[in-house]
């Protein structure tokens, strides 16, 4: 509910926008351009869960996945004409930032949180460090209008869209109304990401029996983390989708109170969402504000550097009184060694998702 009346209200916002179509545009779609659309093959791993999003609703198509991938690569969608969703979530890094604490916007502005990976977005259940969006296709209406971010308008974006020759050849191939409407932008955004699924990592093989297999210290690595770090980091996506305290001394540069932002309960002040471990080796720095460097920083931080915050996440509490889930320097090297099987090579080269 909270997602269809959000979204209703772009969509109103937009609609005078879709009328103002410029009516001088030839409609070049014909018979066999539509047949040539053919519908592109979303391989769920056989590891993996099943797809949170109703992907009967919006099937990807060769026009609709190249829509989205020109959409998710154009600076025209922010306000300088500059910034692209491309700009802050990068492939070769699993579509991060990479090496940014916070992601950067128009105009040099700089936000306030670590710009997330891009990938098995499809399974997730809700969006963003504090779960503000509950709606893949409604995903980029945040970085588009956020002041520090893109900076711009729907409507804005929209009016660029329908005078734009290229595009409206593109829209009027991807859907059958073929009109460049929110509803249709944001879908065929959702069809490129949607296909940006991360499954053939060096612990997928080891995991589906093709052929690879850990390592001692890899081995070992994964009895820890089963032990120590999988009740939150759970399952094939490594996290549970759950939103945790995890003992971060809070930043007063943001005073950032997370899950609190979203749903205005005291109870999720300071928690953000457990974040998908795949591909972490290359993903940083780390944590929702990016305060770490490196994996052994992150295990230097749940060993002993937590801190007592308001809405502490009680599995941190040891029966002592301690904070933190004790490691020896021994088991962080066996746990980062187990985390960099979690890297896929395939997909951060994989070429159907490449700028250029």
Request: charged fraction near 20%; include cysteine; proline fraction near 4%.
């Amino acid at each position: 509910m909270r997602f269809l009346i959000f979204f209703l209200g772009i969509l109103i916002l937009s609609a005078c926008q879709n009328e103002a179509l410029d009516e001088s545009y030839e409609n070049i779609s014909d018979e066999n351009e539509v047949q040539e659309n053919v519908f592109l093959d979303l391989n769920i791993p056989s590891n993996f869960p099943e797809p949170t999003y109703e992907i009967d609703n919006n099937k990807p198509t060769i026009a609709g996945f190249e829509l989205g991938k020109k959409l998710f690569y154009d600076g025209r969608l922010s306000s300088t004409g500059v910034i692209s969703c491309g700009f802050c979530h990068i492939q070769d890094f699993a579509f991060t930032h990479h090496t940014h604490i916070v992601s950067h916007g128009v105009n040099g502005a700089l936000g306030t949180r670590n710009a997330p990976p891009l990938q098995n977005m499809i399974f997730m259940e809700d969006f963003n460090w504090d779960g503000s969006v509950s709606h893949l296709d409604a995903q980029p209406v945040v970085p588009i209008t956020t002041e520090f971010e893109m900076n711009e308008s729907v409507t804005n974006v929209l009016n660029k869209l329908q005078n734009d020759e290229e595009y409206v050849q593109m829209f009027n191939s991807a859907f059958e109304n073929d009109t460049i409407d929110t509803q249709n932008m944001f879908k065929a955004i959702s069809q490129f990401v949607m296909m940006m699924v991360s499954a053939d990592s060096k612990y997928d093989k080891v995991m589906r029996n093709e052929g690879s297999s850990f390592t001692e210290i890899e081995t070992q690595g994964n009895a820890v983390f089963e032990q120590k770090c999988a009740s939150c980091h759970a399952g094939t996506l490594f996290t549970d989708q759950s939103y945790r305290n995890n003992g971060l001394p809070v930043d007063p540069q943001y005073n950032d109170e997370g899950r609190k932002r979203v749903t205005g309960e005291e109870m999720d002040k300071y928690k953000f969402k457990v974040p998908s471990l795949r591909n972490i080796a290359i993903t940083f720095p780390y944590m929702h504000d990016g305060r770490f460097q490196t994996l052994r920083d992150v295990l230097d931080h749940y060993d002993s550097g937590m801190v007592q915050t308001q809405n502490l996440d009680s599995i941190f509490i040891q029966d002592n009184g301690q904070l933190g889930i004790p490691l020896t320097e021994i088991e962080k090297d066996q746990i980062i060694a187990y985390l960099n099987t979690l890297t896929d090579d395939d997909f951060l080269l994989d070429e159907r998702f490449a700028e250029f």
